[in-house]
C-alpha cells in the first residue's frame, strides 16, 4: 500500500485548507482511514478517522472544524480544515488499517508521507 498526501500550505487564521490522500491498492474500500498531525516538539495525534463504513471520529480540538470524507470511486481520503489557527500547524499525516477498532486503539499500519499546514497568525 502507498499513500500520497497533499494539499498542505500556508493560510492566514480563520481560512481553508483541503487535504488529500491517495491510496494506491486494491483495498480501500474495506480499508479505515485516518489523519494524524504532529507539531515540532509533540508527539504524533490522531486528527480525525473515518471507517470503511463512514464512521467517524475527530480529536476535541478540531470538532466543529474539521471534516473528514472519503471517495471510494478515487481512493481518495479528505480532509476539510475550516476556521483554522495557528496551534493546527503541524505536518498532517494520513494513515490506513483495515479494522476500524484496532485503527483507533492502536494506529495504522501504513503511512503516507507528511504534508506541512502553516496556520499565520
Known amino acids: 500500500v502507498q499513500l500520497q498526501a497533499s494539499g498542505g500550505g500556508l493560510v492566514q487564521a480563520g481560512g481553508s485548507l483541503r487535504l488529500s490522500c491517495t491510496y494506491s491498492?486494491?483495498?480501500?474500500?474495506?480499508?479505515?482511514m485516518a489523519w494524524y498531525r504532529q507539531a515540532p516538539g509533540n508527539k504524533r495525534e490522531l486528527v480525525a478517522a473515518i471507517s470503511s463504513g463512514d464512521s467517524t471520529n475527530y480529536s476535541d480540538s478540531v470538532k466543529g472544524r474539521f471534516t473528514i470524507s472519503r471517495d471510494s470511486a478515487k481512493n481518495t481520503v479528505y480532509l476539510q480544515m475550516n476556521s483554522l489557527k495557528p496551534e493546527d500547524t503541524a505536518v498532517y499525516y494520513c494513515?490506513?488499517?483495515?479494522?476500524?477498532?484496532?485503527?483507533?486503539?492502536?494506529?495504522?499500519?501504513?503511512w503516507g508521507q507528511g504534508t506541512q499546514v502553516t496556520v499565520s497568525s
Open positions: 494513515g490506513a488499517r483495515r479494522h476500524w477498532n484496532a485503527l483507533l486503539r492502536v494506529g495504522p499500519d501504513d
Open positions: 491498492g486494491k483495498w480501500f474500500s474495506i480499508t479505515s
